[in-house]
């Protein structure tokens, strides 16, 4: 660890503060991190830890749900900036809208979405778990399915249901190009495409493997594969490359890379994370995220609800 990696731990020790990092966060802040997971794994530790403070390094929708399911601890973000083009795309007034113009219909939402949002829905779902929590309602439930458009669609897809879909989509997500991967397929015909849900179902159609970003790092790790094209955040290679260094992974480049210093898609938001905003919001104890009790109060049901059947199906 460098200088700042260890006063950023040492004053996490004072604090008695747990520092969580998402999988797409940048390698250094993920190596600072006393946890680092996907969605429904940070959603379960937050829900477990002792800790005083938790310090989310991901965005701002991961930090609400810290809040909601830890709410009599300090919960800090070390850029509020750090938001979700997905759970930009459903607003949490438009999406009650929405389910009121719709009686009857059982409503799951991703987690990538505002607290408000989640306020209006049955159970929350990640990419985790998304399939089999909606596989737990019978076959005749009418279901309202929000926001990411994609996973939706992949999961009527695999499940033969017509969930009501809301018209939201990840920017990072959306952008993986179709041309980009029949080129790096052509240069590794060896290679594996690891894809996640996200993307549009044309990606999606030449994958190997569909997943979480936690399954495709598993299915990295653990299987006989040597070579992989992944289409996530590129974030997830730096624990790939952690857990299996004699594996080759190779990122999918967005549709156009005009702007980008890499080949590869990265979440903007998320890279909003840093070292040194992590030392700052542990010095000053803030930013703080805070939740309306009563958005919170309603938002807890289904969120704990999806933590109660994830730990039901084992997930």
């Given at each position: 660890m460098n200088t700042l990696q260890q006063r950023i731990r040492q004053i996490a020790r004072e604090r008695k503060a747990v520092i969580l990092a998402h999988y797409y966060t940048t390698a250094e802040v993920q190596d600072v991190a006393d946890f680092v997971g996907d969605s429904l794994a940070l959603a379960q530790k937050a829900a477990q830890t002792d800790a005083e403070v938790i310090v989310m390094c991901g965005v701002h929708f991961m930090a609400e749900t810290c809040k909601i399911l830890c709410p009599e601890k300090t919960v800090l973000i070390p850029?509020?900036?750090a938001g979700c083009s997905l759970a930009d795309s459903c607003p949490g007034e438009a999406f009650g809208r929405f389910v009121k113009e719709h009686p009857g219909y059982k409503v799951i939402s991703y987690v990538n979405t505002s607290a408000l949002t989640k306020a209006y829905t049955d159970v929350v779902v990640t990419s985790s778990n998304a399939r089999q929590i909606v596989d737990s309602f019978p076959a005749s439930e009418k279901i309202i399915f929000g926001p990411d458009r994609?996973?939706?669609s992949y999961i009527n897809a695999v499940t033969g249901r017509n969930m009501l879909l809301w018209d939201g989509a990840c920017h990072v997500h959306?952008?993986?190009s179709v041309a980009e991967i029949l080129k790096l397929k052509a240069a590794h015909p060896k290679a594996e495409v690891l894809a996640h849900p996200e993307c549009k179902g044309a990606v999606l159609k030449m994958a190997d493997v569909v997943g979480s970003t936690a399954k495709l790092l598993r299915y990295a790790v653990?299987?006989?594969?040597?070579?992989?094209i992944v289409a996530t955040e590129s974030g997830i290679l730096h624990e790939m490359q952690k857990q299996a260094p004699g594996k080759n992974f190779i990122p999918v480049p967005p549709e156009t890379s005009e702007g980008h210093t890499c080949a590869c898609n990265e979440c903007q938001y998320m890279r909003?994370?840093?070292l040194q905003k992590i030392l700052d919001c542990?010095?000053?104890n803030a930013p703080q995220i805070d939740v309306p009790a009563?958005?919170?109060q309603r938002a807890a049901v289904?969120?704990?609800r999806m933590l109660e059947i994830s730990e039901k199906l084992g997930l």
């Open positions: 850029d509020p900036a994609n996973l939706g959306e952008r993986f653990e299987g006989d594969g040597q070579e992989f909003l994370n840093s542990l010095q000053h009563d958005v919170a289904p969120i704990r």
